[in-house]
């Protein structure tokens, strides 16, 4: 599996597969500045917006490349659903990349001369831990959102950016929701909160596998 990771990421970079969504991470938490100044603040937004790229990045992973391509690669790897499942870890690993800008824009967020008081709301440790637990979270569930509304699971892409988006919103709102815990915990650091963070992981992991693997066999199966 790692080489069929590695084999993907290398030609998602050579064909720029992922620049869009990179690019429009970045600008998105450039522009979403967090009114107070706070890093905590600017993590949570980051948060929120690596859950729509991390979806986008998946869906334009497993929509690049033609179906005879994949199914040539599919029989060399021993299968659509393993084929699929190393596309969407590739997928995944791409929306990791882009995690450490996350804290640099808070850190520089936090040095803005503007909000003076923000000095005192900085990069602490709990922080630090918290922030990369919930964007964990938020590429698990993007990742995982995503694989199950691309093709061939989905062929309009008006349905596919329709339902995430409304996906993405409700994961966010909605109380208890994984991505909304993880936002909360993010903007409000707590040693207590680092603990719910890292129990949401875990189980956000586990029900991101068993669903990634049931929407790549039906894929396989529908492929």
């Known amino acids: 599996m790692s080489a069929l990771v590695a084999y993907t990421v290398a030609?998602?970079?050579?064909?720029?597969?992922?620049?869009?969504?990179?690019?429009?991470?970045?600008?998105?938490?450039?522009?979403?500045?967090?009114?107070?100044?706070?890093?905590?603040?600017?993590?949570?937004?980051?948060?929120?917006?690596?859950?729509?790229?991390?979806?986008?990045?998946?869906?334009?992973?497993?929509?690049?490349?033609?179906?005879?391509?994949?199914?040539?690669?599919?029989?060399?790897?021993g299968g659509a659903r393993r084929e699929r499942l190393g596309a969407q870890l590739a997928a995944a690993v791409g929306s990791a990349v882009v995690v450490p800008v996350s804290f640099l824009v808070a850190w520089a967020e936090s040095r803005d001369p503007v909000h003076p008081a923000s000095l005192a709301h900085g990069l602490s440790g709990t922080l630090v831990v918290t922030a990369l637990l919930a964007h964990v979270v938020a590429v698990v569930c993007g990742t995982v959102v995503g694989a199950a509304l691309a093709r061939p699971l989905v062929t309009s892409r008006v349905v596919?950016?329709?339902?995430?988006?409304?996906?993405?919103?409700?994961?966010?709102?909605?109380?208890?929701?994984?991505?909304?815990?993880?936002?909360?915990?993010?903007?409000?650091?707590?040693?207590?909160?680092?603990?719910?963070?890292?129990?949401?992981?875990?189980?956000?992991?586990?029900?991101?596998?068993?669903v990634a693997w049931w929407t790549a066999g039906l894929a396989a199966r529908r492929g």
Do not use: K, N, Y
């Open 160 to 210: 596919t950016l329709l339902v995430v988006l409304l996906v993405g919103v409700l994961l966010v709102v909605v109380p208890w929701a994984p991505v909304s815990v993880a936002v909360g915990r993010t903007a409000h650091p707590t040693a207590a909160g680092t603990a719910v963070m890292a129990l949401a992981v875990a189980v956000v992991a586990v029900v991101g596998v068993a």
């Open 11 to 77: 030609r998602c970079g050579r064909a720029q597969v992922w620049v869009a969504p990179w690019l429009t991470f970045v600008v998105a938490i450039a522009l979403l500045d967090a009114p107070s100044g706070r890093a905590a603040d600017a993590l949570a937004l980051s948060t929120v917006a690596l859950l729509f790229v991390a979806a986008w990045l998946v869906i334009a992973t497993l929509g690049s490349q033609a179906p005879e391509q994949s199914g040539v690669l599919a029989a060399a790897v």
